[in-house]
């Protein structure tokens, strides 16, 4: 009898044994399990959260693609900024580049979903533009900054065939050619006078907003 009863108070050792390593080995499971699925979480966070970050970073890629609502125009008018801004900065060379790439864009802009009329006006414009972005890409920067001028009136002229989803502002300063004046587009309201460059670089005003 005694010798029943310590196999099986050993039986029951055994048992409590396994039982407690199996829930041991459960608890151990669950944790790694519990673990792998945090540590997704925190991928699936981290990646909702770089992206977040990514479009961040291309506010200004968005803001570049609203500046015409059929997309256009939108190198051409890309460009002309770049130039823009070159000319602002004195920097001839820059220009001469950017007056280059100005005249491959407006060449391959696509006016096919517009009507005839207006088909015909922007070849008449866009013809006027290319041969001014090609003086512009081979002159010195005080010519570069005459061509400049007719180029901005055929960029006002693009856009009002075209459009934009963007505010451009129109600026003009009084006091280039002779007095007579000269106006260009900016994306920007503050003045940054691409006539005068570093010599008068806050002459003038906003003209006109075009919506």
Same mark, same amino acid.
């Given at each position: 009898?005694?010798?029943?009863?310590?196999?099986?108070?050993?039986?029951?050792?055994?048992?409590?044994?396994?039982?407690?390593? =199996?829930?041991?080995?459960?608890?151990?499971?669950?944790?790694?399990?519990?673990?792998?699925?945090?540590?997704?979480?925190?991928?699936?966070?981290?990646?909702?959260?770089?992206?977040?970050?990514?479009?961040?970073?291309?506010?200004?890629?968005?803001?570049?693609?609203?500046?015409?609502?059929?997309?256009?125009?939108?190198?051409?008018?890309?460009? !002309?900024?770049?130039?823009?801004?070159?000319?602002?900065?004195?920097?001839?060379?820059?220009?001469?580049?950017?007056?280059?790439?100005?005249?491959? =864009?407006?060449?391959?802009?696509?006016?096919?979903?517009?009507?005839?009329?207006?088909?015909?006006?922007?070849?008449?414009?866009?013809?006027?533009?290319?041969?001014?972005?090609?003086?512009?890409?081979?002159?010195?920067?005080?010519?570069?900054?005459?061509?400049?001028?007719?180029?901005?009136?055929?960029?006002?002229?693009?856009?009002?065939?075209?459009?934009? =989803?963007?505010?451009?502002?129109?600026? !003009?300063?009084?006091?280039?050619?002779?007095?007579?004046?000269?106006?260009?587009?900016?994306?920007?309201?503050?003045?940054?006078?691409? !006539?005068?460059?570093?010599?008068?670089?806050?002459?003038?005003?906003?003209?006109?907003?075009?919506?």
């Amino acid at each position: 009898m005694s010798k029943l009863k310590l196999v099986l108070g050993i039986v029951a050792i055994a048992f409590v044994t396994l039982t407690a390593v =199996s829930c041991k080995d459960a608890k151990t499971d669950k944790n790694n399990s519990t673990e792998h699925h945090s540590e997704m979480n925190a991928d699936g966070d981290h990646s909702k959260m770089n992206h977040d970050n990514s479009d961040g970073h291309h506010d200004g890629e968005k803001k570049e693609m609203a500046m015409n609502g059929n997309g256009a125009s939108q190198a051409v008018l890309n460009d !002309y900024f770049n130039l823009k801004d070159a000319l602002v900065a004195d920097d001839n060379a820059k220009a001469k580049n950017l007056g280059a790439v100005l005249a491959k =864009s407006l060449g391959s802009l696509d006016i096919s979903k517009y009507t005839e009329e207006e088909k015909s006006e922007l070849k008449e414009i866009i013809e006027d533009a290319v041969e001014h972005a090609e003086h512009i890409s081979e002159s010195d920067i005080a010519h570069q900054r005459e061509h400049f001028k007719v180029l901005s009136k055929d960029m006002a002229d693009m856009i009002a065939i075209t459009g934009t =989803s963007m505010t451009i502002y129109e600026q !003009y300063c009084p006091m280039y050619d002779n007095n007579k004046g000269g106006a260009w587009l900016s994306m920007n309201e503050e003045i940054r006078n691409p !006539y005068f460059g570093a010599k008068m670089l806050k002459c003038g005003k906003v003209q006109r907003e075009i919506n």
